[in-house]
């Protein structure tokens, strides 16, 4: 373990002296905890503040990407499907739900996956996604092993949680869990913030890190042992996700293509979504923000949107290409958040508007790594249903519309 000293050259080294302000008045074990924690933290990713101005934000030529459509889905299902089937019953497929985030948005204070979306029955979103999945461990007639990420901060409550409820019913020998790292989170003038006296706020590093916390999990061998060629990567928050889609995964393997990704048609120009597009001749996925207003706008030869389809966080990815591209560096996010701090007083403070910098790897720039991918597009209101806000766009009230459209008892 470091000592005072070198921690003080470390935190000099990141103009972060201010977290040792309070070092005299702590416990021995409190002294311990602080200098385990600045120890083991990755500083380095504070320089992504300043780099944020040129490397990540420097992107290649964009140009749109064609999708199989959902009429050319339709018309070759029976094909997509049983090549989905046979290799979901061949152990080929396995799905990794990303539970890790905090969900700041949703301002519930326990993992996503725990909120109860049900109005006259409990239905709680993590239920939500076991039953979409069920209804392909009943077709195929084989389990489909589903990792679950967590985070330090949720792994206790997803866990207890899944016991509680009997997982449930799906069978918890095909149910592994690892946790993701963390990074360190900053105010916006770049300095660490600190949850106490003897604490570093720390939060989840985004989901871009999944793949190589499952590997530092001693997961992969597993997968691997296991026959495992495909893993659907999913998000926790779209409760009508199809996970491990036989459809999906059969057009992908036939497609002879290194990956796939779910879109949906963009409800407009305008819509706030990651649009599946080539950049530099691979796929990519530009975000809204980053497209032209020329971009947005642009229309193909049959009059359509050229970047039209948005995607919602649904990617089969190839375990070998995974195992190439895991010691790749991915670009850091510099993203804006709420984050609990302790102010002057030692308080601790809740802020309610974003009041600081998180760092995140984002899984979208794992597609920008695969040499080709297929853009696969679903109907939105059947397989879109993101729980992101309380109310408003993407929230509760519009998930339970959305379930209800669908036949699902709320
Ligand atoms: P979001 O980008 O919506 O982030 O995550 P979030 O942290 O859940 O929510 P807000 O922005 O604070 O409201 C998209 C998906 O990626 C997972 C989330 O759990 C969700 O499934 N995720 C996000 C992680 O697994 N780890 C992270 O560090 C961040």
Not at 272 to 297: A, N, Q
Not at 375 to 396: C, H, I, L, M, Q
Request: with cysteine; net charge negative; hydrophobic share 40%.
């Amino acid at each position: 373990m470091i000592n005072r000293d070198q921690a003080a050259r470390i935190l000099k080294d990141y103009g972060q002296e201010h977290i040792l302000k309070y070092f005299d008045e702590l416990s021995e074990n409190e002294k311990q905890e602080l200098l385990s924690q600045i120890e083991i933290i990755d500083f380095s990713v504070l320089d992504n503040l300043d780099a944020e101005k040129n490397s990540n934000t420097v992107r290649g030529k964009f140009e749109p990407l064609g999708a199989v459509t959902i009429e050319d889905i339709a018309s070759n299902s029976d094909e997509y499907i049983s090549a989905g089937v046979e290799a979901i019953k061949n152990g080929k497929a396995a799905a990794v739900l990303l539970a890790g985030g905090q969900g700041t948005r949703l301002g519930f204070d326990k993992p996503k996956g725990m909120f109860n979306i049900g109005v006259e029955k409990e239905l709680y979103i993590f239920q939500c996604l076991i039953n979409n999945l069920m209804d392909v461990v009943k077709l195929a007639g084989a389990w489909v092993p589903l990792y679950i990420m967590t985070s330090e901060k949720n792994h206790k409550d997803t866990t207890d949680f899944f016991k509680e409820k009997n997982y449930f019913g799906y069978a918890p020998k095909y149910v592994h869990f690892f946790i993701q790292d963390m990074a360190p989170s900053v105010d916006f003038n770049g300095k660490i913030l600190m949850e106490s006296k003897s604490k570093i706020s720390i939060s989840p590093n985004g989901n871009g890190g999944w793949f190589s916390s499952l590997v530092r999990a001693g997961l992969l061998d597993e997968i691997k042992a296991n026959g495992v060629e495909w893993i659907n990567v999913f998000a926790v928050d779209n409760v009508l996700q199809r996970i491990a889609d036989p459809g999906f995964i059969g057009a992908v393997i036939k497609s002879g293509l290194q990956s796939g990704g779910k879109v949906v048609s963009k409800a407009s120009p305008d819509e706030k979504v990651g649009v599946l597009c080539l950049e530099d001749g691979m796929p990519s996925i530009v975000e809204y923000y980053e497209m032209t207003e020329e971009m947005r706008t642009l229309l193909n030869e049959k009059g359509e949107l050229a970047y039209k389809y948005g995607v919602i966080l649904n990617y089969l990815f190839n375990v070998k290409k995974l195992e190439e591209i895991c010691d790749r560096k991915m670009p850091v996010h510099v993203v804006d958040k709420k984050i609990p701090y302790m102010n002057e007083n030692g308080e601790l403070v809740k802020p309610t508007e974003p009041n600081g910098h998180k760092f995140e790897t984002l899984v979208l720039d794992m597609v920008h790594m695969q040499d080709s991918c297929l853009a696969y597009e679903v109907v939105r209101e059947k397989e879109f249903a993101p729980v992101k806000n309380a109310t408003g766009v993407d929230s509760v009230e519009s998930a339970r519309e959305l379930l209800e459209a669908n036949g699902i008892k709320i």
